[in-house]
T-cell receptor
Framework: GENVEQHPSTLSVQEGDSAVIKCTYS??????FPWYKQELGKRPQLIID?????GEKKDQRIAVTLNKTAKHFSLHITETQPEDSAVYFC?????????????FGKGTTLSVSS | DTAVSQTPKYLVTQMGNDKSIKCEQN?????MYWYKQDSKKFLKIMFS???????INETVPNRFSPKSPDKAHLNLHINSLELGDSAVYFC?????????????FGPGTRLLVL
């Protein structure tokens, strides 16, 4: 089945720096790759996603890139701010018969210090 | 205008008890999910339902029994609770089941088994 590896597990940056989180997946049939942000005690919130027919997507300070051949995708956050501090999860879709479920990476704890 | 809601928010119970968690979505989505987040923050898919039909059961012990009375509800009943069941359980929903639809998470139910 699908397996998603995420690195690094922790990331500390200074305010204003960029942060990059990388994920790899194993199932070439996966076609949807969302990124979720989870603040302490809160639910995962979708911040950006990318589908397999697109190589890059950007939304203000956040961008995601996808390399289908290499089966990896990355989250880039520019001009980090203290409120970006949270746990970030990458995920890949699995699609048995019908429906979509997500296989998550183990998360990256991002700390942005001012 | 809560999109995905869960009750209860917190659940503290003794080993061996039976408990239920309820989930409702008012987004008109066809597909609903249960995820478990353990103490290490690892998010794992448990079940997926599409139009009240079970489509994913990811090697979850049969002490866990989901029930979907209608498209807007997916409840989770747990029999004979064990210490290892302590976790945060998230319900989620998405429109359709063709793959690549955004999943929206509920606020989570924090289950503690003593």
């Amino acid at each position: 089945g699908e397996n998603v590896e995420q690195h690094p597990s922790t990331l500390s940056v200074q305010e204003g720096d960029s942060a990059v989180i990388k994920c790899t997946y194993s199932d070439s049939a996966s076609n949807y790759f969302p990124w979720y942000k989870q603040e302490l005690g809160k639910r995962p919130q979708l911040i950006i996603d990318i589908r397999s027919n697109v190589g890059e997507k950007k939304d203000q300070r956040i961008a995601v890139t996808l390399n289908k051949t290499a089966k990896h995708f990355s989250l880039h956050i520019t001009e980090t701010q203290p409120e970006d501090s949270a746990v970030y999860f990458c995920a890949a879709s699995i699609k048995p018969q019908a429906g979509t479920a997500l296989i998550f990476g183990k998360g990256t704890t991002l700390s942005v210090s001012s | 205008d809560t999109a995905v809601s869960q009750t209860p928010k917190y659940l503290v119970t003794q080993m061996g008890n039976d408990k239920s968690i309820k989930c409702e979505q008012n987004l008109g989505h066809d597909t609903m999910y249960w995820y478990k987040q353990d103490s290490k923050k690892f998010l794992k898919i448990m079940f997926s339902y599409n139009n009240k039909e079970l489509i994913i059961n990811e090697t979850v012990p049969n002490r866990f029994s989901p029930k979907s009375p209608d498209k807007a509800h997916l409840n989770l009943h747990i029999n004979s609770l064990e210490l290892g069941d302590s976790a945060v359980y998230f319900c989620a929903s998405s429109q359709g089941a063709s793959g690549g639809e955004t999943q929206y998470f509920g606020p989570g139910t924090r289950l503690l088994v003593l």
